[in-house]
Nanobody, 114 residues
Framework: VQLQASGGGLVQAGGSLRLSCAVS????????MGWYRQAPGKQRELVAT???????NYAESLKGRFTISRDNAKRTVYLQMNSLKPEDTAVYYC?????????WGKGTLVTVSS
């Protein structure tokens, strides 16, 4: 299983970014997918998940600013991030749990300047 996240970068507060995660090695369309993030000095935390039926779920604090979506034909999950804040600065990881095993991509760094 391979997950390749991309789309991170440096953005000013109030700006937007869209992250992408290309997935291989699994039957993408039947798996739930997730985005997590880890800020410097903090534990990894859930950002959002999306079921195989495209039902999203968000961390409460991020509702309204972040949107998770998926394109099964492209085997890709996305995270649209709007109204970014400095506290959103983190490495963002995509995740899939297959047969009880968590698989992680290498992550993509998002830096939000004030």
């Amino acid at each position: 299983v391979q997950l390749q996240a991309s789309g991170g970068g440096l953005v000013q507060a109030g700006g937007s970014l869209r992250l992408s995660c290309a997935v291989s090695g699994i039957i993408f369309s039947i798996n739930d997918m997730g985005w997590y993030r880890q800020a410097p000095g903090k534990q990894r935390e859930l950002v959002a998940t999306i079921t195989a039926f495209s039902n999203p779920n968000y961390a409460e604090s991020l509702k309204g600013r972040f949107t998770i979506s998926r394109d099964n034909a492209k085997r890709t999950v996305y995270l649209q991030m709007n109204s970014l804040k400095p506290e959103d600065t983190a490495v963002y990881y995509c995740n899939v749990n297959k047969a009880g095993i968590d698989y992680w991509g290498k992550g993509t760094l998002v830096t939000v300047s004030s």
